[in-house]
C-alpha cells in the first residue's frame, strides 16, 4: 500500500515513537523486546534492500550506486505488503545527485519527530563518536550526512534547521509534526495525536499501555539487560539520559550560544525559544 515515514534527525525520538508503536500495534501483555523493533519498522537504509535491488554484495556498491538504487529500494519495500508499512529514516527530504531520498511513489505519508537542538547536539555527540565543537559544526553543514557502514547506507541530514523544514514543510504529503518534549510532558495529550493521525479507534487502557511499555525507563532497562542491536559502536549506550535540558550540564554558554545562533529560525518557529530568545528547556 505504501510507506509511512518514521522520519527524524539522529537523537531526536525515532526509537522513542518506533517503540510506542510496536506496543500499540502489538498490544501484548508485556513490554515489546527493543531488539525486535526491527521487525516492526524496517529502516530503509538496511544493505540487504540494496543488494537486492543492485544484485551486486554491499563490498561491491559505492555510495552513488546505493543514492542510484534507494528509490527502487523504497519501491520495493512498500510492495511487499498490502497494508501500510512503518519504516525508519534519517533521511532530509530532498534530491541527491537529482535523486530523491525519498521515493513520493513509495510514500503514504509521514511522521516527523522534532527535538531540541541543544539536546541533540549532545545525543549526537555521543552516539557518532565526536566532540561537541564538532556535533555542533555537522549540524550546521548543509553537506552533514550519516556515513555507509558495513550494514546501512548513508543517510543525507543535511543541517538540523534544513533537515526539519524539509519534512515539516513538505509539500503534498500527509503527515504529523511531534515534539519530543511533549512526548516528554504530555504523553498522553502527545501520542494521542498520533494515534489521532493514524484514524486509529480511540482506546485509553491500550494508549496508556504502549506509553507505559515504550517508556525510557523501560526500554534503557532492556538494553542493560540484552543489549541493543541498533547501537552504534562508537558509544557507551543507546538509551543514555533521554531528558530535556540535559544539555545545561554539558554544553558551554558559547557552545549553545552557537547552536542558537545556527539554527534561530526553527527554534523560534517550534517553541525551543522564548521571548527573550532564551532556550525554553
Known sequence: ????????????????????????????????????????????????FYEQVTRKKRDQLTDEELNQARPAVQ?????????????????????????PTIEPSATE???????????????YAHHVGVDYDQAISAMGSSD?????TDTLAFNVLGSWSDHVKSWADAEGMNRVVLRYEDMHRQPAKAFGKLVKFLQLPKNQDRLERAIRFSSFKE??????????????????????????????DELSDAQAAKLIEDHREVMERFDYLNASGEPRF
Open 1 to 48: 500500500m505504501g510507506i509511512l515515514w518514521l522520519a527524524s534527525y539522529p537523537k531526536s525520538g525515532n526509537t522513542w515513537t518506533r517503540a510506542f508503536l510496536a506496543n500499540l500495534f502489538m498490544n501484548q501483555p508485556q513490554p515489546v523486546a527493543i531488539n525486535k523493533l526491527t521487525n516492526f519498522a524496517y529502516a530503509e537504509y538496511r544493505l540487504e
Open 75 to 99: 519501491q520495493l519495500i512498500a510492495a511487499s505488503s498490502p497494508n501500510t508499512i512503518f519504516v525508519k529514516t534519517h533521511s532530509a527530504m530532498g534530491f541527491t545527485n537529482d535523486v
Open 109 to 123: 505519508g509521514g511522521i516527523y519527530i522534532v527535538r531540541n537542538p541543544l539536546d541533540v547536539c549532545v545525543s
Open 144 to 148: 552533514n550526512q550519516l556515513s555507509t
Open 219 to 248: 526500554l534503557s532497562g532492556q538494553e542493560s539487560q540484552s543489549g541493543f542491536i541498533e547501537k552504534s559502536k562508537k558509544a557507551d549506550k543507546f538509551f543514555r539520559q533521554g531528558k530535556m535540558g540535559g544539555w545545561r
